[in-house]
């Protein structure tokens, strides 16, 4: 049962891979945090079962996450699961080597900033995608995953967790040791997922190889939008405003470029032979058909103040 929060009091709750790779804003993050809450109780999960347990066990305190974009889907996928994510509040500052979808969301990834968002900032709710599977998708996805669109993997190359199924987005478990309109931001996490920087190859796992174009079938509320007879190159799905998803389908160019169809609408199915998308920081799949639908107003994030 979901307990109503008090703002001053906060649950810490640090990643295991933020406390590996960035220790210094960690301990910045911390002191920041202590000194400016009534009460901050900070809890240093070593496993999944751990940190699922000492979220659960909040009571009235504010939860409050130091990791990176694979620990915020983790926990926004837990309370969404319990079906707490919508009397919850959360608040995030960003340390880990995948920040990209929580800067999209709006959130400061320099530790003192993140911190005093968590004291000072507002709360907003945003929209996310439920897929069918009841996994959650907070930024933007894409159908198929680009060849360097890998999830980036654990520093400690420790395989994906066991708790991920071949349907859902998969990652390195971080336990194992060390273009929408009304959210404009997301046109560059868009942009970052089909284009994504390889200055740092060593932390990239090795995506699928592009098999080519995709034959799919994309629905959105019902109505055929492409179908099977239409390969197309890719296909990109993010959260608008008010209860919609934006989905942009690029179809095959045969010399003159295509022009993108574009839709809007609340749920969106994908089928057609087996097929791999990238869900934020993760890839997932193969699947033969998925469906997503926008939860509006889902996600209550602290962000700073306008």
Known sequence: MATFATPDQLLVI?????????????????DVLGAGAASTKVCLPESPEEFARMLQRRGSRRPVLIGDDRALVRTVALLHRRRELAGCVLSVVPVGPVLGVAHALGVPT????????????TERRLDV???????????????????ADASVADPSGAGSSGAASSGSPSSGSPFSGGGPHGRPW??????????PRTAR????????PSLGPARLRVEVDGETLVDLDQPVEAVSVTP?????????????SLGADAAPIEARGRIVTVSGADFRYRADASVAGPVRRRTWTVREGA??????GR
């Open 186 to 195: 997301l046109h560059s996490l868009v942009r970052t997922l089909a284009h």
């Open 240 to 252: 608008g405003a008010s209860g919609t998803a934006e989905v942009i389908v690029r179809p095959l």
């Open 110 to 121: 320099g530790a003192v900033a993140a911190a005093r968002a968590v004291l000072d900032g």
């Open 14 to 30: 640090i990643d295991p891979v933020a406390r590996s790779t960035d220790g210094e804003s960690v301990r910045i993050a911390k």
């Open 129 to 147: 995608l439920v897929d069918d599977s009841d996994g959650v998708v907070l930024g933007a996805l894409r159908i198929p995953p680009l060849p």
């Open 201 to 208: 190859p060593s932390r990239l796992a090795a995506a699928p």
């Open 299 to 304: 996600l209550g994030l602290m962000l700073p």
